[in-house]
């Protein structure tokens, strides 16, 4: 059972233009969430991540906005460049007796158009 | 320093056969996983260790042994191969920092093609 649900599956974006993504979760017990960066061939990176209590954090061009009450979470991409075309994943873990093990959306294929 | 490393990066098996994935990180982390991807179904968690010589079950454990003998170590391990185990498999690694969660940090993957 999928335990964070991310959306959309594939977003087309033109250069310069906003890409967002957005996750729900339903396990209130998570307090952490990462969002990964995947590029074809290679394992995932850590892009960006963020604990429950902030609403939103910003790095670069990058940001994060969390609802806690509403359980949601989303990735703001400003600007975007074609080099952001990439596997986009949000994650959430606790630690637990499984450490920090994450529990992973399907990912969002984004590609930024020149 | 060389992160987490993955070996073999490529593999083709025969239904029945068996292997081993190894997985080896230098960053002195506590905790290893081992997720598989397949399209559309993002990562998900086969095993994980908390320590050395510690191993547990994650999502989706069944076909897979795993072990743990050295910390810098974390081998996974397939007895009897089947089509569906065809997938991209990652290893990651991540700090124990008590409450705080730490970067998990991922290999580049191994390509397993069963046949």
């Known amino acids: 059972q999928q335990q964070v649900k991310q959306s959309p599956q594939s977003l087309i974006v033109q250069k310069g233009g906003i890409s967002i993504i957005n996750c729900a979760y339903e396990n209130t017990a998570f307090d952490y969430f990462p969002w990964y960066q995947q590029f074809p061939g290679k394992g995932p990176a850590l892009l960006i991540a963020?604990?429950?209590?902030?609403s939103e954090k910003k790095e670069g061009r990058f940001t994060i906005s969390f609802n806690k009450s509403a359980k949601q979470f989303s990735l703001h991409i400003m600007d975007s460049q074609p080099g952001d075309s990439a596997t986009y994943f949000c994650a959430a873990s606790i630690n637990s007796n499984s450490g920090y093990a994450l529990n992973f959306g399907k990912g969002t294929s984004l590609l930024v158009t020149p | 320093n060389a992160g987490v490393t993955q070996t073999p990066k490529f593999r083709v098996l025969k239904t029945g056969q068996s292997m081993t994935l190894l997985c080896a990180q230098d960053m002195n982390h506590e905790y290893m996983y081992w997720y598989r991807q397949d399209p559309g179904m993002g990562l998900r968690l086969i095993h994980y260790s908390v320590g050395e010589g510690t191993t547990a079950k994650g999502e989706v454990p069944d076909g897979y042994n795993v072990s743990r003998l050295k910390k810098q170590n974390f081998l996974l391990g397939l007895e009897s191969a089947a089509p569906s185990q065809t997938s991209v498999y990652f290893c990651a690694s991540s700090y124990n920092r008590g409450i705080l969660n730490t970067e998990a940090f991922f290999g580049q993957g191994t390509r397993l093609t069963v046949v």
């Open positions: 963020i604990r429950p209590d902030v």
